[in-house]
């Protein structure tokens, strides 16, 4: 996966009013017309004082109307007030550490997509597996807040220098977490037993020999599943009753057979977003628990037609690449 930075992705802010009434030609507009309405009046050029004057005046108007029009969260002193992810320009770089790149990006989308579901959900406990950067923790910390919600946040990883990457990346956004160094959850199960309401995991899943597996971070051994398979096993288990599961793939994965495990799990599932590259199709799987009716032959078709569909999308788009290829 080859790092993508979208320059408009970060450091983006508003134009307040005040830049706007004090653009050069808009400037230069208003001062043209009070210098012709000063000659029309009195049949002499208009003095450099007065120049001056006009400037000042301006100014002072714009800052007035500015300050009066503010949005009271823009006014905060806090810089992150109004940011929804984290500013890539903060985010903490290491060799060792993987960066933000394509899957963790449309992770991020897709949290802020369900940005109002999350925040409607009443989170208490966050947590992410695997934080390498720190990129996506972060991001979902700004979406629901930090502190002033009641809302805790837990990263994990299993490498040393992930975990230091992610606690600068927090320190960097004026955020904290608690950060732990474990393979997945492993020594958190009582702590996470039933409690956890938001659970973000972009697991290593390149397709790749299973003993390559661990000696990289994108390293998913075969069909990309070996981790991601062994963290399903645990979500029943930590997730509360309202708990959401978020959780990354691409097409070599099989997602709709993940969402058919799952299912058997007591969980409904869904796509919330699915991004194609040249190289892979990227998809972000939400689980929830839901009572099913197991007697029900059309709950079932609906819910493996559900299950199936990334796979379906995934090879509908594989074959298009090909007959626009021939």
């Not at 004090?22 to 050029?45: C, K, M, N, Q």
């Not at 998913?220 to 990354?248: A, C, E, H, P, Q």
């Not at 969980?267 to 197991?294: C, G, N, P, Y």
Request: hydrophobic share 40%.
């Amino acid at each position: 996966m080859k790092p993508l930075i979208n320059p408009m992705g970060y450091g983006r802010r508003s134009v307040t009013e005040l830049e706007i009434f004090l653009e050069p030609d808009r400037l230069i507009a208003h001062i043209l017309a009070l210098s012709w309405v000063y000659v029309s009046f009195t049949g002499f050029p208009l003095p450099r004082a007065l120049w001056l004057l006009e400037i000042l005046f301006l100014f002072g108007m714009g800052v007035a109307f500015n300050e009066e029009n503010e949005d009271p969260v823009t006014k905060s002193h806090d810089p992150f007030a109004t940011r929804s992810s984290a500013d890539l320009r903060l985010v903490a770089r290491h060799p060792e550490v993987y960066g933000p790149s394509d899957d963790s990006f449309v992770l991020v989308d897709a949290l802020l997509a369900e940005k109002a579901q999350l925040r409607e959900l009443h989170p208490r406990l966050c947590v992410e597996v695997g934080c390498g950067s720190g990129y996506v923790i972060t991001s979902l910390t700004l979406m629901l807040g930090n502190g002033k919600e009641n809302i805790k946040y837990i990263a994990s990883d299993i490498s040393e220098a992930a975990l230091k990457a992610t606690a600068t990346t927090l320190k960097a956004h004026g955020l904290d977490a608690e950060l732990y160094k474990v393979d997945l959850i492993s020594g958190l199960e009582k702590r996470l037993a039933g409690a956890v309401d938001v659970l973000i995991f972009n697991p290593p899943c390149v397709p790749t020999p299973d003993e390559e597996v661990g000696t990289s971070s994108w390293a998913g051994g075969n069909k990309g599943r070996v981790v991601i398979d062994r963290m399903l096993k645990t979500v029943d288990s930590i997730l509360s009753k309202k708990g959401w599961f978020y959780l990354v793939t691409v097409t070599a994965n099989n997602p709709g057979e993940i969402c058919q495990i799952m299912r058997r799990k007591g969980f409904a599932s869904r796509i919330v977003i699915q991004r194609h590259s040249e190289d892979e199709s990227l998809h972000v799987l939400k689980f929830w628990r839901e009572k099913l009716d197991h007697s029900s032959g059309s709950d079932k078709s609906s819910l493996y037609s559900k299950c199936a569909s990334a796979l379906h999308i995934s090879l509908s788009h594989l074959l298009s690449r090909l007959v626009s290829f021939k």
